[in-house]
């Protein structure tokens, strides 16, 4: 049984959480049967599972690889009712649907493969097959196609963004090395470009309607280091209430960190501020409903908790268009010419996951804010729409100052 290069990359990688997004046909149940083998005889009274979205699915994928895959002589015993093999040293395969997640309550696990994740529920991983894991330190491996930019993308990006114990694999079908490069471009010609890319490609595409289609998790993330001087977009929502912070370049922009804070007020949020930044020099751009909205008893406005606090605070008389700070936003992502004037660090991932997936309400030119997305989205577009407008002829108001 020989592995592929790309399967053996996956295979010898000693990361205990592994991520592996492929395209059709690129040998994903031949690999996880040389990681159930491996995993089933490096010891005695292993427990083993392999997990597809079905238990009929589990049965008509895996069984039959397995079971010819194991010599007689390792096997003391096939159930192929209960879709399990008992190894002569112990160890236990056992082949399970995650249909119904909480039946997949019971003993502790040494190894598990989740096949085609994304089709899965995404309890079945946090609620029932991680805690499963923690008694004997146990790993796993995440393999499928990608579809949209779901659980399984954030499970896959926990690798891709090097978070420790975790690795990210992506391959293409034609570098599984099982489908002609012919048959390749004839489906290409058949499917229409999301799903090509999707199936084949392996891209997690993304969603239809996407807000701010100019982000790019591999163009618009990369590290940046907090300076003296900050720029902070704020959003007021009291669940949560959000800030981005940034630090400017030239004209680049780069968000370095963010503070999300649920059930809280503007008294919380400065407290935080100073905290993490101490005395550095800071410039908020609130929303502008911060200039009548009150939150104390006292009559205080946010506008006024924050220039008391001592920041110096920029913000316009009246709300921008919508669309003018969505244009702002994506002109900055990637301009006409291609130029990418705004990044965010890594460490940001409410901030990522909020550009990456905000989308219009179906039918409409109007942002989803059912999602929980839009908060973070709406405090670094007020920051860049002063900052940037897209309509140059209208002036920048001036600091707003108080007596």
């Known amino acids: 049984m020989r592995l592929s290069k790309p399967q053996d990359d996956i295979f010898f990688s000693d990361s205990r959480f592994r991520a592996v997004v492929a395209g059709r046909r690129f040998g994903k149940t031949f690999l996880s049967t040389h990681e159930l083998l491996r995993a089933s005889l490096s010891g005695k009274n292993r427990n083993c599972w392999y997990v597809a979205p ?12 397995l079971t010819d895959a194991l010599p007689d002589g390792y096997v003391s015993k096939r159930n192929e009712s209960s879709l399990t093999l008992t190894l002569k040293n112990g160890s236990i395969i056992s082949l399970k649907g995650a249909e119904k997640p909480d039946n997949l309550r019971g003993r502790a696990l040494d190894f598990v493969v989740l096949d085609e994740f994304a089709d899965m529920r995404p309890e079945a991983w946090y609620e029932v097959i991680r805690p499963s894991l923690s008694d004997r330190l146990g790993s796993a491996l995440f393999i499928g196609t990608p579809k949209g930019r779901n659980h399984f993308y954030d499970i896959w990006t926990r690798g891709a963004d090097a978070e420790e114990g975790w690795k990210a694999f992506q391959f293409t079908t034609i570098e599984g090395g099982n489908v002609e490069a012919a048959e390749i471009e004839a489906a290409r010609n058949d499917l229409d470009e999301r799903t090509f890319q999707q199936e084949y490609e392996a891209r997690f595409v993304n969603y239809q309607g996407i807000i701010y289609y100019a982000f790019s998790r591999e163009e618009s993330v990369e590290r940046g280091a907090i300076g003296d001087d900050l720029h902070i977009g704020m959003d007021f929502n009291l669940d949560p209430m959000s800030a981005a912070v940034s630090v400017r370049d030239g004209d680049t922009i780069r968000v370095v960190d963010e503070i999300v804070i649920y059930g809280s007020n503007t008294d919380e949020m400065v407290d935080e501020i100073r905290q993490r930044y101490g005395d550095r020099r800071i410039t908020i751009y609130p929303d502008p409903a911060s200039k009548q909205r009150k939150t104390s008893a006292g009559g205080r406005t946010d506008l006024s908790i924050l220039q008391n606090a001592g920041f110096t ?6 709300h921008p268009a919508i669309r003018d700070r969505i244009n702002s936003v994506n002109s900055r992502l990637r301009s006409t010419t291609g130029a990418r ?7 940001c991932k409410q901030t990522i996951a909020s550009l990456e997936r ?3 309400k179906e039918g409409t030119s109007q942002p989803n804010k059912d999602d929980g997305y839009d908060h973070m989205n709406d405090a670094l577009g007020y920051l860049v729409e002063y900052l940037y407008p897209i309509r140059k002829q209208r002036e ?7 007596t």
């Open 396 to 402: 920048i108001e001036q600091p707003v100052r108080w």
């Open 358 to 360: 905000q989308t219009y």
């Open 313 to 318: 605070v920029k913000v316009r008389n009246s």
């Open 341 to 347: 004037k705004l990044f965010v660090d890594p460490k």
């Open 54 to 65: 079905t238990y009929k699915a589990a049965k008509e994928i895996a069984w039959s690889f």
